[in-house]
Structure formats: C-alpha cells, structure tokens
C-alpha cells in the first residue's frame, strides 16, 4: 500500500518567534496543508496541538467544509495524520493517510562528539559514519512522533538501525530505519527520509508494522512531495 506524505516548510515571519508564535504559523500551516490534501480549497480547519495542562501532543484537526449542507455544517474530526515541527527561523508540516512524523533542524547546526556519544550508540555511530549526526537527531524525533502515543521522547531508546545515503540519484536524500528498543527488543520500527537542503534539514517518518515484511516494500511504497505555500 502506498505511503504518501505531503508535507511543507515555510520561513518564520520573524527572526526569532516566540514559541507561541511559532506554534500559531505551523498550524496555520497545516490547515493549508490539509486544503491542498484533501482537495477542498474552501474548508475551514481549527488545529489542536495542546493536550491537558497545555503540553504538547500530537496535533488532530476538525473540519467545516464548504461543501457540507448548511444545516450539518459543524465541526468533525478530521482523519489524517498530522504532525508540526519549529525552530527559530522556519516552520513545517507534514499530512498522511498514514502514521507520520516530521522533524527539522537547522542545516548548520553542528552537534559535538559529547553530543553523539550521549545520545546515539557505538553502533549507531558506526552505521551514522561521516553523516551529520544532527540529521538522525531529527530522525529520531520524527520516528518517535509517527509512533508518538503521549508517551515522553526517549531519545537514547530510539535506535539508526540501518541508512541508505545513494549520492548518485539522491545526493540531497538519507534514507535510514528507526526502532525504539525496550530491554534490548526493538518494539516500534520507523522508515524515515531525510531531505537535505542549503538552510534545512527535513526528516519525514512513517511509522512500520513489520520491518521485516516491509523492508523491501517500504522504500519504494513511501513517497514525499513538497507543497510550496506562500509565507
């Protein structure tokens, strides 16, 4: 079954936004994303990223379409999945029919060897090799967000498995596999891409039920498009 992910990235509208600001422009974001996914131009969309108490939680989105009788034009639960990511200077967005998760990164930011010995295993490291570790940084995220279950982001328990790096066809792409591990047992697998530009690093997940079924399938089955959107 075909995975497919549309997803997009605008600039921040200021330098340094608040998080509240930055949070308000990817859900707006968002609700662009969805039009365009679900082909209804006119829909209005209202963004929940706030769980109790405020927290952060994974986002889930109601719809007022245009189209819907006058008298049955209330709000009703959209079914996609969703998924936000900021940082100071940009904001993104991902839309599926399947589990996915979205990550950014700045594309200069540089992660020290602390950092990597910290967070990321011998084995991992190994497998990572001269790749810049803050890409699987964000692929770790965007792994535990396809999976996200309210639980708290574990990083060290989210494993680089194996990763695909063709320069030949795909110099700007990574392509690697997640899994969360739990007493030494990988129990939630991710496939992710990672798109590199000049400014940005992108990471796009879609969570996988069984990597060894799929592992041939995944690859070819998981496909991304950009959707540009005006700031």
Not at 111 to 129: K, M, P, Q
Request: glycine residues 4%.
């Amino acid at each position: 079954m075909s995975q497919h992910v549309q997803w997009s990235l605008q600039r921040s509208q200021a330098e340094r936004g608040s998080p509240r600001e930055l949070r308000s422009h990817s859900q707006r974001l968002l609700a662009y994303l969805l039009q365009e996914f679900r082909h209804d131009s006119l829909a209005q969309y209202h963004i929940d990223s706030r769980g109790r108490r405020g927290r952060p939680r994974r986002p889930i989105a109601f719809v007022k379409s245009h189209a819907s009788e006058e008298h049955s034009r209330e709000w009703s639960l959209v079914h996609q999945r969703l998924s936000i990511s900021h940082i100071s200077r940009a904001v993104s967005a991902a839309v599926s029919n399947h589990r996915v998760g979205i990550d950014i990164v700045d594309g200069q930011l540089k992660l020290s060897d602390g950092f990597a010995r910290t967070w990321f295993d011998e084995r991992e490291r190994v497998t990572i090799g001269d790749l810049p570790i803050a890409a699987f940084w964000a692929a770790k995220e965007a792994a535990y967000k396809a999976h996200c279950r309210c639980d708290t982001f574990s990083p060290h328990q989210w494993k680089i498995v194996t990763v695909t790096n063709d320069s030949r066809f795909e110099p700007d792409v990574i392509n690697c596999r997640v899994a969360k591990h739990r007493d030494s047992n990988p129990s939630r697998w991710a496939y992710v891409r990672i798109i590199r530009r000049a400014e940005f690093v992108i990471a796009l997940a879609t969570a996988t039920a069984n990597p060894v079924l799929e592992e041939k399938l995944i690859p070819s089955s998981f496909s991304t498009s950009l959707i540009e959107s005006a700031s």
